[in-house]
């Protein structure tokens, strides 16, 4: 019995690395993201062409022999050097294939031909992609010709003067008013067209007041999803601060009948009249999650047919302001409050005539026709395009310089 041991050496080193790229289909139960047009692009044999060097044998010449022996002059003494330098009056002719290398390529208004020695010229095939197919050649050169005279007809003069532009607005109107209904499809549903038509105007009598699209993460309240809760259109979001962070709180009544009651006085009062006050209880905080300053594209619609005769028929619309997420904030007990409440009181008052004269500049945006010239005549905007409103600097991108209070910090 023989108690020496062997001891195993690693007989085969690896020298060479071979890294293998991913299947181009994922094993079963293994979900490996591989794209398999990575194969097709350029960029995938980079790294095999950098690690693979290119066996080049060079000359003393740099593979551009140049052979002296042909010119005379730089053996002889008394040579001619014309071969060399040839006389700028009497320069040798040119190879017909080397002339239109020496034209300006920006004075060639069709593409660039090649010269043939039977006088006849072939234009150069058009700009191929990479692994196209042949099949789309020819359809490449009737796109590119009808584009170009696309691009011609664009190219033709407009005629700018104030007599032009009259006749261009006057037409304008003249398609609105002899439109027919009956010719305007839906673009997505085949057979559906339009039976009616409505003046789209601003909405004169909500145009004063401010807008903001709140949406919740869940609904608020306490009440499931599939029970119907009347006050949740008549709610209350307070601005609220602790320690530095900005949030609202909500309100909402105890009761459904309250809320009722609140909204059917709210339509029912005048400007000058008062009503008793309604509770609003303190529901729970809420932290925004995400603030969108401007809203172009979406707007409160109120389709009006004219029956109460205050208006006539007209699609009446009032732009929104902001949108906002919110989600419920979390309670701490640490937080310490400003101005905590948990009832608020809310009853109707008459305006003051400070806010009288707010809400009627604001009115005259859409009731004064000549509001654009009374506001240059008074001055309010400047050559920067500030307008100075409360104390609070805001310039045309929208910012504020000032105390804006804690709305201003949350929005």
């Not at 080193?13 to 047009?37: E, G, M, Q």
Request: proline share 8%.
């Amino acid at each position: 019995m023989s108690l020496r041991k062997s001891k195993l050496d690693l007989l085969v080193r690896v020298r060479y690395s071979n890294p293998l790229p991913a299947p181009p289909c994922p094993p079963k139960l293994v979900d490996i993201p591989t794209n398999p047009l990575r194969y097709a692009q350029p960029t995938f044999i980079n790294v095999v062409t950098n690690d693979t060097p290119l066996p080049m044998i060079v000359d003393a010449e740099c593979g551009m022999p140049l052979d002296l022996g042909r010119w005379e002059y730089l053996w002889e003494e008394n040579g001619n050097d014309d071969t060399l330098n040839p006389d700028p009056d009497n320069l040798p002719s040119l190879d017909p294939k080397d002339r239109l290398l020496l034209g300006d390529p920006s004075t060639y208004a069709t593409p660039y031909t090649i010269p043939t020695t039977s006088g006849t010229s072939t234009p150069l095939p058009p700009h191929v992609p990479w692994l196209r197919k042949t099949e789309y050649l020819s359809r490449e050169g009737v796109q590119r010709t009808s584009s170009s005279h696309e691009s011609k007809q664009l190219l033709q003069p407009i005629n700018v003067s104030h007599e032009a532009q009259l006749q261009t607005i006057e037409a304008g109107f003249a398609a609105s008013t002899s439109l027919d209904l009956s010719t305007l499809s839906h673009p997505n549903k085949t057979g559906v067209t339009a039976i009616q038509s409505y003046d789209v105007l601003p909405d004169a009598d909500i145009w004063a007041n401010a807008y903001d699209l709140f949406r919740f993460n869940e609904r608020p309240g306490e009440r499931p999803i599939d029970t119907e809760d009347p006050r949740l259109d008549c709610a209350i979001l307070r601005p609220m601060e602790s320690d530095g962070d900005h949030f609202l709180a909500y309100y909402l009544t105890k009761e459904d009948a309250d809320a009722l009651e609140f909204k059917e006085e709210r339509f029912a009062l005048k400007s000058s009249e008062e009503n008793r006050t309604t509770a609003f209880h303190f529901v729970r905080d809420y932290e925004t999650v995400k603030i969108e300053q401007e809203v172009p594209n979406e707007f409160l619609l109120v389709l009006d047919n004219g029956d109460a005769g205050e208006r006539g028929p007209g699609a009446y619309y009032k732009n929104i302001e902001r949108k906002m997420t919110l989600k419920k904030k979390r309670m701490n007990q640490n937080d310490t409050y400003a101005d905590k409440w948990q009832v608020v009181h809310i009853s109707h008052v008459a305006m003051s005539s400070d806010e009288l004269e707010e809400r009627n500049e604001a009115l005259a945006e859409v009731v004064d026709p000549l509001y654009l010239f009374s506001r240059d005549a008074e001055g309010e905007v400047d050559a920067d395009g500030e307008v100075d409103i409360g104390g609070i600097e805001i310039g045309t991108e929208g910012d504020a310089e000032g105390d804006g209070g804690i709305m201003a910090e949350i929005f």
